[in-house]
Structure formats: C-alpha cells, structure tokens
C-alpha cells in the first residue's frame, strides 16, 4: 500500500471531481482543465495498481450517426433486418428507451419500437475507427487489454507521463471526442474489476474513479450482476443461497461461501470486496488460449467426456475467432482421478481456429496417448499455443465468466 494518502494519490476529489451521493461515485467538475504537474517520484512508488477500463459509448450505433449525422437522436438498431432471424447488435440510446436491447431478435425490437431505423453491420468500419481508438490509448500506455472492438484495459501503474490516472482517462476521452467525434465512458480503479464496473456507472460519457480505499463501500451495495462474469446462470445459482447483493456475500463467511458456492465461492468472497489480481495482459504478453473444466465426478465414460471436449474447443475457438487469434499446437490436458496431471501437445501444419480440427486433434492425442476411458479423470482441459502473432486484434482477458469452465492461461 502506498504511504500517502491514496485519495491524493489517485488526485481525486480534490481537484478533478465533485462527490456525488455517498462520495463513491464522482462527476467531473467544470474547473478541471487537466494541466499535469508532474508526479512526485514517491507518488509513483507504491504497489498500488491503476487501471482505466474504457468503453465506447452505443460503439456501433455511434459510428452509423458519426458517418450519417442526420440519424442523431433517432432510434437506430444496428442488425440484421426486423424480418430476419438475426439479432440486434447495438441500439442507440433513443431505442433503448423503448426496451430495445442487444442480442434481441430484431422482429422483437422492431415490435418495441416500430419507427426504429435498422442498419445493417459494418465490421470493417468499425475495425477502423477501433485501431484509431487504440492509437490513442498508446499514447499513454502499452499495457493495453483490449476485451472487444469498443472496449478496453488500460495500466498505466508505471506512467512516466506526470498524470494521474484520473487524469489520463480525463485525456483520453477528450483525445477520442476531439479526434474521432465519438463519446466513451471510463472507469478508473484499483483493478480490473472496479474500473469495469465504474465505467458502467456514469454512462453516456461518463467518469468515474474510485479509490482502493473507496473499493469496499463502492462494491457493497451492487447486485451480482454488475461483476464482469457472472451471467443469468451464475446469478441464478447465486440467488439459490441468497445471495443477490454484495452485501449478501459481505455477511457470509469465507466458509459458509465455500460451502455453498465450491470454487465460485472464492472469487466471489474477494470480487465483493472489490479485490481482483488479474493482471491487464497485452497481446505480447498471452501465449495461449485454453479452458478447463472439472467434472462433477471422476469419469470413465467416453461419450461424456467427448462432449465436454467438444464444449471446450467450441469455447476456446470462439473466444480465439472474437479477437483474430488463431493457434498451431493444441494440448489436451487430462488430470486423473489421483491427481496426476498430464499434457499431450500436437502441432498442426496450418494456423487454425476452427473447434472442429482442435476437436478433432485432441481427441485424437486422448485415445492415443493417455489412458483415458480406462482410468477416471477429474478434469480435462483444451488450450492453443504457438498463436498467430501478427494479427492486429489480439487481446487476452482472463476471465472469470464462467466458473465451471474455466479459462487457463500459460505463458509458460
Ligand atoms: N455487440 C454485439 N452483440 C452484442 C453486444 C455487443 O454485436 N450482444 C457489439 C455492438 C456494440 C459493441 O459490440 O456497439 C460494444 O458493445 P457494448 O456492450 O459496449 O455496447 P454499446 O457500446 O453498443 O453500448 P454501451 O454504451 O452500453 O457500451
Ligand atoms: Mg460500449
């Protein structure tokens, strides 16, 4: 922890922003024009982490006013067409008024709002102006983690640019408006899992910061819901024991958490608390993609355990495909019912990202190689090494959204 005052560290309050309601949650102040002294050497000698999460506010729906401006204000729904099977991609704040929401069917928002405007995707344009986006935040960091075209991790801990963090998002978002015409949100945090949610506290065009002393009080009162990870599915399981705030596990036990919840238990015990030690990894850093899942009980059947692989490449692959990653060597990993654990890897002739040859490869190292079938497993896991490093979109997030099919990371 650092030994000044973490408020002042992180220039907070003071300077940049008024509080609002119970001083967790700030908005900026009309006298900030971020004019950087530069920082103290001490300031910078702290083990405390900063991290900017930035989002780009309604990304596609934006970019469709920002190329046609005669569409602002108007309830657009970027997607395929109401008649169609597909579904809404984005809706522009005017829609969203009427419940439109992405991943819904597109006949369903246009039932919602029949005056909405659909548009169809343009990725390419989209790419576009996200490459512009991340030029922008190289200005001030190399330790970027971009999760998907309009969002990313940004750790400027080590900035040598004299700014506080506060002040480089500050930065940032003017950088993006000034340059680009478009509006982002952004939250700055101890953590990933603070500056994600604080992004998301304030939208349109928001800011917000929160301080490692604010982190506890700034969780309390948020539903399960607002972690990044925890889906319909979790919440359910989450709502099972009676948990539907953070104030819920705050009241819990490590144990009782443990008890009722096994591995999510855990991270849910230290995400209420506003604790996460995911580094913010950059595309440099990530050797591998890869899931893993355990099985209820040790298992022999073949059948079953195919399936699960199968699961698993689809999972690695899409998250892979998402970020224009693509890998060479699959490596199953098996651990036996006595926890022996093995790894059995095969490079394959092309770059791939297609599940049905990891699939395919690594069963093909099970029945080959390991005694699977024979000897129960309680776990078995999937990952692709040797990636295709000149892609431009790479990014890497170790993420927490699934916690019966967890990611696993090597970078061994
Ligand atoms: N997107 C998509 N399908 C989804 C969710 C999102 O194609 N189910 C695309 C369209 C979005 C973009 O990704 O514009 C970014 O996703 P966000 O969740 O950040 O949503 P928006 O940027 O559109 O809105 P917000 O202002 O809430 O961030
Ligand atoms: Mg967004």
Redesign the pocket.
Known sequence: MSEIPIATYFHIAIHTFVWKHNGMHTTESSQFIGTASPLPDEFRRNSVRKIIHV???????AVEILDNPSLKNLPIV?GGSPTSRSVV??ASYAARKFGVR??MACSVAQRLCPQAIFLPPRFERYQEISRKIREIFQRYTDKIEPL????AYLDVTDSTLGLYASQIARHIKEDILRELGLTCSAGVGPNKLIAKIASDFK??NGLVVVTPDQALEFMRPLTVRKIHGIGPATEARLAAVGIKTCADILAMSREELDQKLGRLGGWMWHAARGEDSRPVETHYDRKSFGREDTFEKDETDLGRIESRLKDLSESVCASMDKRGVKGRTITLKVKYFDFESITRSRTIKDMTVDPDIVMATAMDLLKTKTAVGQRPIRLIGVSLSHLDQTTPLILTQSRVESMSSTPSTSNS
């Open positions: 989002d780009m506010d309604m990304f596609y729906a970027v991609c984005t992405s991943a998907s075209l309009d969002e939208k349109p």
